[in-house]
């Protein structure tokens, strides 16, 4: 196989954690299994679940899957096929950025296919569990969406390891496509074990006045690299994209993000909140392009960090590219420590020193969690989050009060 | 009588200026004294010391609380041990729910007193009744702490807190402060209401006006970092009158 894997002189990459992609077999799937050991989470009610490990499907079984509404198990050939005859080819554009997504398509065998006639409606969950060691091979889950004309699609993505303490390697790629009038809501969430590596590459097509809502909640992994493409192609389509990401430890976390407008009226809105602890490190990377075929559109980023360990690094990098005069654009990137006068304010109540650290983390990231839906998906991340926040135990109760 | 507070001969500096030089304090329990002042007198500093704000250095002298080295403390612990400070620009902390700090305050102080938790039904019942005095709006308890309030609805919200965690001894860094006369009644009734054979208050203010409303025992004039006059309640009326240049040419 001769697919050039990026490095750090890469544009694009200059952040991300690459050394699994030397240590782990990258070239290869591990053996299949059958089940896992890993406690999954509680079922959400009304949504269609489907359970991969290492990239094959173990539920629901071979027999429900007929049965299992718009959602289809297809090996890589089809799913090719199937995907390339509804969206624009220039999708799997060339270059390195897509390297990763490339060798899925190469090593992957079965794609989950989700396609939603006209004016239909489904909620899917989908979790990937990774089992295998590093040294076995790479998980390569890979999905499609396609959104057909004014469908609603709620999915939410879970990434997580079969071990506490695996060293396992995924390499994830999806693909979506919302015609126009769709709306979706895309939920991701990687939660896998702090030695894991996770790659993910994710190209999305907006349809005219279709809504793509994507949220990223990034806690695992010693490194996460999350490489988004998404196209606003369509008249009036919009793109909600909110990423929340905390690093503990030693683990690095690194988000590219290209949102290209190429029509007129286009609106994003995309939200970063990343904390770094000890000595965590983070990168956001937002590049906004605005075509000349794109007057009226309408940006914003906010891309925020918060520092709190004394080795902890963060780069927020929001890059404009316009090609048009009508535009609204407007970015704002900080890194920060916590507000002192917040602090001091939190102290002089009686708050513990580490429960107010905890508590000001808390409000800090909130802003990319609270919109997230259902509920009980919301709440467990939120315990997730409070969860990778030190001193939990003396925010119990909060989450209570605040929902 | 119980010495509350017991500030001798008090020096500071902050960022290298000094700020307060030689004050020296008493209040007992069951007392209100005010503290008044010209601009830059020293006034917030002196609250800010007593609360533990960290940059600013204490140079000599001593602050006894209820008979302990208060400058020992950090500033979580003297909440604890039942100092308040009311601050005069509460600042807004989105994200973390009123309710939630409020809580979290009142069960830091019981911890210390060896009490268990509030329950929580009956915590909110107390809160909204407090509210209530403070002609609070429902929708204060969803909400950020002093996130989006206006001037007021933020010092309301300081005496709401002070109402709820029930300190021994509140400081009161200009409450009054921006306030309209009405708000200032409310205010002022909210301090009335924590008053107490137990409990002490240190009001600092810039006006006579709010002390119309809370009567003092004592008011100290505070001049150029130290006490430049002391005396009851008519002293405020005569600055009124007088203005702080008058105590000036005395000090």
Not at chain 1, 165 to 181: F, H, K, Q, T
Not at chain 1, 191 to 217: I, M, N, P, W
Not at chain 2, 150 to 157: A, L, P, T, Y
Request: with cysteine.
């Amino acid at each position: 196989m001769s697919i050039a894997l990026p490095t750090n002189r890469d544009e694009n990459w200059r952040y991300a954690n690459l050394r699994a992609l030397g240590r782990a077999r990258v070239d290869a799937a591990p053996p299949a299994v059958t089940q896992t050991a890993a406690a999954l989470p509680a079922e959400l009610p009304g949504f269609e679940r489907w359970v991969f490990v290492d990239g094959r499907c173990i539920a629901p079984a071979p027999a429900a899957r007929s049965s299992a509404g718009f959602a289809r198990l297809l090996d890589a050939r089809e799913a090719g096929e199937a995907f390339a005859a509804q969206l624009d080819s220039d999708l799997a554009s060339a270059g390195v950025d897509f390297a990763l997504a490339r060798v899925n398509a190469a090593r992957g065998d079965e794609v989950l296919h989700i396609a939603l006639p006209d004016d239909s409606s489904t909620q899917c969950e989908l979790v990937f569990v990774a089992s295998a060691a590093a040294a076995n091979g790479t998980s390569y889950p890979r999905v499609q969406l396609v959104a057909g004309r004014n469908t609603r699609l709620q999915v939410v993505e879970r990434h997580l390891t079969a071990s506490g303490d695996s060293d396992a390697v995924v390499n994830a790629a999806v693909d979506v496509a919302l015609r126009s009038g769709a709306v979706v809501d895309h939920v991701r969430v990687q939660h896998c074990a702090d030695k894991s590596a996770v790659f993910d590459t994710l190209v999305a097509h907006v349809g005219e006045r279709a809504q793509y809502r994507l949220h990223t909640v990034t806690l695992g992994g010693a490194t996460s690299r999350s490489t988004l493409f998404i196209k606003l192609a369509g008249r009036d389509a919009r793109c909600e994209l909110s990423a929340a990401s905390i690093a503990n430890g030693i683990q690095t976390h690194d988000v590219f993000a290209e949102i290209e407008h190429l029509a007129a009226g286009t609106v994003t809105r995309e939200l970063f909140r990343g904390i770094a602890n000890d000595r965590g490190k983070l990168a956001f990377n937002g590049k906004m392009i605005v075509r000349d075929t794109a007057h009226d559109a309408d940006s914003d980023q906010s891309l925020k960090s918060l520092l709190t360990g004394s080795g902890a690094e963060a780069a927020a990098r929001p890059q404009l590219e316009i090609h048009t005069d009508r535009v609204r654009a407007k970015h704002g990137a900080t890194i920060g420590k916590l507000d002192e006068q917040m602090m001091f304010y939190l102290l002089s109540r009686g708050i513990e020193r580490v429960d107010a650290q905890a508590l000001l983390q808390w409000a800090f990231i909130e802003d990319a969690i609270s919109r997230i839906e259902p509920p009980a998906l919301r709440r467990e991340i939120e315990s997730q989050v409070l969860g990778r926040l030190h001193a939990v135990s003396a925010l119990t109760g909060l989450l209570g009060e605040a929902s | 009588m119980t010495t509350l507070l017991k500030i001798e001969n008090l020096s500071a500096t902050v960022g290298g200026k000094k700020v307060l030089n030689g004050v020296s304090l008493e209040v007992n329990a069951g007392e209100v004294h005010a503290i008044m002042g010209p601009n830059g007198s020293g006034k917030s500093t002196l609250s800010y010391i007593l609360a533990g704000r960290p940059g600013y250095e204490i140079t000599g002298g001593s602050v006894q609380f209820e008979g302990r080295d208060l400058t020992a403390l950090a500033p979580e612990e003297r909440a604890r041990a039942g100092l308040f400070l009311g601050f005069q620009y509460p600042v807004e902390i989105p994200g973390v729910n009123n309710v939630y700090l409020l809580k979290a305050a009142v069960n830091a102080r019981r911890k210390e007193l060896g009490q268990p938790e509030v329950d929580a039904y009956e915590f909110l019942q107390l809160v909204r009744a407090k509210m209530k005095l403070m002609q609070m709006d429902e929708s204060f308890l969803s909400r950020g702490v002093n996130e989006g309030f206006s001037g007021g609805e933020k010092k309301r919200n300081e005496i709401l807190q002070m109402l709820v965690i029930e300190p021994t001894l509140a400081v009161l860094d200009e409450t009054d402060s921006g306030l309209d006369i009405d708000a200032l009644k409310v205010v002022a009734r909210g301090v009335n209401s924590l008053r107490s054979a137990e409990r002490g208050v240190l009001l600092i203010t810039h006006y006579q006006r709010l002390l119309d409303h809370v009567v003092p025992d004592q008011v100290h004039v505070l001049v150029r970092g130290r006490i430049a006059k002391s005396g009851d309640k008519s002293l405020a009326l005569e600055l009124e009158k007088r203005g702080y240049d008058w105590v000036l040419e005395v000090a």
